[in-house]
Nanobody
Framework: QVQLVESGGGSVQAGGSLRLSCVAS?????????MAWFRQAPGKGREFVAG????????YYADSVEGRFIISRDNTKRAMYLQMASLNPEDTAVYYC?????????????????WGPGTQVTVSS
């Protein structure tokens, strides 16, 4: 079983920055987890934001955040981060950390078996 806990959400003005963190607990080696950030805005579905494929050591981003967000991880701390810059009101959402173990890399929400409770990010204009 894997437990994920996000932190770092908050309120910021447009153009500002935030850094989200996700810490994982579990018996398996964190370095073999595919990790991702998803977000869900009010009245909308949960969408992929950014992810990291452990086997290829590659990062992937949604077009809407490419160039503004950076995903990173520290396997020694069992942690993943999302550095968000140039935030705009459209980035307002609950941000979720997700982990996938033992499956091929995918951006699909249903490929991720483990989820954190989410952290709220609110960007005001």
């Amino acid at each position: 079983q894997v437990q994920l806990v996000e932190s770092g959400g908050g309120s910021v003005q447009a153009g500002g920055s935030l850094r989200l963190s996700c810490v994982a607990s579990g018996r398996q080696t964190f370095g073999t987890y595919d990790m991702a950030w998803f977000r869900q805005a009010p009245g909308k579905g949960r969408e992929f934001v950014a992810g990291h494929n452990w086997s290829a050591d590659s990062a992937y981003y949604a077009d809407s955040v490419e160039g503004r967000f950076i995903i990173s991880r520290d396997n020694t701390k069992r942690a993943m981060y999302l550095q968000m810059a140039s935030l705009n009101p459209e980035d307002t959402a609950v941000y979720y950390c997700a982990a996938a173990i033992g499956v091929s890399w995918s951006r699909r929400r249903d490929e991720f078996q483990y989820w954190g409770p989410g952290t709220q990010v609110t960007v005001s204009s």
